[in-house]
């Protein structure tokens, strides 16, 4: 059973902030995707990444996956409350699809 | 309307009571999942099916027991539902493939009194 990591598991940061979270494991993956889940709400994709040191933008959030395949990171530039959720990673390759236990990031005005 | 759909929405069930939990989806996807989420944390796998009459276990499976004999139904049933049980619980599905999008429902919270 792979063991997945995300930190920190809890970020609270002023709007406008820049900050970034991780993804990691000791297990090479096939391709990892990222989910945010809004409150009251199902967990949407935001990307997926394939290649080791790739890098996608969605806007304002930057993704990267490790040259390795093992680890990944989110990063958000100038923050905004619309960013506030959990943010969970998920890796690909197997049947099951398995999450980390997140980042709950909040975003104050 | 197409899409993925849980029923019900809100359901509160007393110790002991068996619970079925139900899922839907219209577009025919191979795998179907079920997880669970407390307060304040991830999510985690209790069953998932790659098809039609094949389901396995996930990370907490205790206490759960799933069918799947159509490929849109995936229902989830608590035998003997415990208050350890309370929860929200989200059906999601997708296609075949690595890396393909999963899809969620909106959610059932179950609390068990």
């Known amino acids: 059973t792979q063991l997945l990591e995300q930190s920190p598991q809890f970020l609270s940061i002023q709007e406008g902030e820049n900050l970034t979270v991780y993804c990691n494991s000791s297990?090479?993956?096939?391709?990892l995707q990222w989910y945010r889940q809004e409150p009251g709400e199902g967990p949407v994709l935001l990307v997926t990444v394939v290649t080791g040191g790739e890098v996608k933008k969605l806007k304002r959030l930057t993704f990267q996956f490790g040259d390795a395949r093992k680890d990944s990171s989110l990063h958000i530039t100038a923050a905004q409350p619309g960013d506030t959720g959990l943010y969970l990673c998920?890796?690909?390759?197997?049947?099951?699809?398995?999450f980390g236990q997140g980042t709950r990031l909040t975003i104050n005005p | 309307d197409a899409g993925i759909t849980q029923s019900p929405r809100y359901k509160i069930t007393e110790t002991g009571r068996q619970v079925t939990l139900m899922c839907h989806q219209t577009w025919s996807h191979s795998y179907m999942f079920w997880y669970r989420q407390d307060l304040g944390h991830g999510l985690r796998l209790i069953y998932y099916s790659a098809a039609a009459d094949i389901t396995d276990k996930g990370e907490v499976p205790d206490g759960y027991v799933v069918s799947r004999s159509k490929t849109e139904n995936f229902p989830l049933t608590l035998e003997s539902a415990t208050r350890s049980q309370t929860s929200v619980y989200f059906c999601a599905s997708r296609t075949w493939g690595s890396g393909t999008e999963a899809f969620f429902g909106q959610g059932t919270r179950l609390t068990v009194v």
């Open positions: 297990s090479v993956f096939s391709s």
């Open positions: 998920a890796p690909q390759g197997a049947q099951k699809l398995v």
